[in-house]
């Protein structure tokens, strides 16, 4: 029998966010990736609707400020020129004082400010994507390229942890326990010795197996 090492990726974190979202119900997102690196959140994402909502201080990562009027229940997100003004509760919101439509509005969680990030994100130039397998948040800005050099690093663990910071594309149809909430509250990555360009990821669900191809987990 191969012989195998468990590498376990943002393990304290996992448990970390489930707490809260499990509290108010909506499914949590297990991680949020921002061009390539997993960042802590003080909060979890949430899924309301199928929209992506993330805690407001997730925008620092990303370059944008923003300020929270709490006598109007307001945000007011700020990248470059552009502004976006987002009220909670209101689906009208307003870029560059025009208004626009939001499909979910910002909704506070147990005094927690969250933003529906793909509107966000997606006005300021940035592309968001959800992966339903592992539950994770991708984030990326127009100049982001995938780093070939530290998928191949001689730092094994570097290499795998670059490994795992790729969305997973599948074409089989996803499990449809995969949407319920825990689907990933507990979740391993087991990498065969010396190796990085494949692993399996198993979670409340099942496992998955995943290979690394030309800088793309498949």
Known sequence: MKKVIVFVFFFALTFQTWAIADAANPKSVNA?????????TDVSPIIKDGRVLVPIR???????????????????????????KLTANEKEAFK???AVQVDVPVQMIQGRILVPIRFVLE???????????????FIQDS????????????DLQAARQAAISLPV?????????LEKPGANKEYTYIFPRGDSSRYMYGNNVGNTVVE?????DV
């Open 96 to 98: 560059n004082n025009k």
């Open 58 to 84: 997730t925008l620092a990562s990303l370059g944008v400020t923003y300020q929270w009027d709490n006598k109007s229940q307001s945000a007011l997100i700020t990248k470059d020129k552009d502004q976006i």
């Open 169 to 177: 594309q599948f074409s089989f149809k996803s499990l449809s326990s």
């Open 143 to 154: 100049n982001y390229k995938v780093d070939q050099e530290n998928l191949q690093a001689e």
């Open 123 to 137: 006005n300021f130039g940035y592309k968001a994507s959800y992966e339903k397998l592992r539950s994770i948040l």
């Open 212 to 216: 690394v191809k030309d800088g793309v």
């Open 32 to 40: 949020v990736n921002v061009n390539g690196k997993f960042i802590a």
